[in-house]
C-alpha cells in the first residue's frame, strides 16, 4: 500500500481546484471522475484539518493582558 501523500496547505488547495475544474469540464469518463472526486475528498480533508490546526494555533497565541488566553473566533469581531 502506498504511503499517504500529503501537501502544503496552499498546494493542496491549488490542486483540489485543479480537480474541480476537470470535473466540471464534463470529459472524463465515470472511473476518472470517481477517482478524481476520491481525491478531491482526501484534499478536502487534508485542508481541513490544516486549517483546523491553525485555528488551535491562533486560539494558543493570542495574548491578553501578557498572559496567554483562548478566545473564539466569534469573540473577535465584536
Known sequence: MA???SYPF????EKLEKLVERMEEGDLSLEDS???F???IKLT???QQALAKAEQKVKL????????AEVDFDDLDE
Open 34 to 36: 470517481l477517482k478524481t
Open 45 to 47: 480533508r487534508e485542508c
Open 10 to 13: 496552499e498546494q493542496s488547495l
Open 38 to 40: 476520491e481525491e478531491g
Open 3 to 5: 504511503a499517504k501523500k
Open 61 to 68: 497565541l493570542i495574548e491578553e493582558n501578557g498572559e496567554l
